[in-house]
């Protein structure tokens, strides 16, 4: 744990500082999506913390997930359920990819 110490640090730290932006610029969802944006973009930029990439262990991830799916779900108002018939074709994707992502790996 104390190896991974240092990235997971840096991982909090910029999803902090990413949701934060993304909430005082008015996003969608800003906590959640800034946070994912900042983390995603250390991530691909390869931006390490001793020695180790940015990252989250496993039983912490679990702990969020639930947290995260919470926050998700608060954010549907009926205003939102109207919508959905617009997006028809973004959720018949999202029918055909799940299953297929989750079969890939």
Do not use: K
């Not at 993304?22 to 969608?28: E, G, I, S």
């Not at 954010?75 to 973004?90: C, E, H, K, N, Y």
């Amino acid at each position: 744990m104390r190896q991974i110490l240092p990235a997971l640090l840096l991982t909090l730290i910029l999803g902090t500082v990413g949701g934060l932006s993304a909430r005082a610029l008015h996003l969608p969802l800003g906590l959640l999506l800034g946070s994912i944006f900042a983390v995603g973009l250390a991530a691909i930029l390869n931006l390490r913390a001793g020695g180790v990439g940015v990252g989250f262990p496993q039983p912490l991830r679990n702990l969020f997930v639930p947290i995260i799916g919470v926050s998700i779900g608060a954010a549907f108002t009926p205003d939102v359920l109207r919508q959905m018939p617009g997006w028809w074709i973004s959720l018949t994707a999202l029918l055909i990819y799940i299953p297929v992502a989750h079969g890939v790996g």
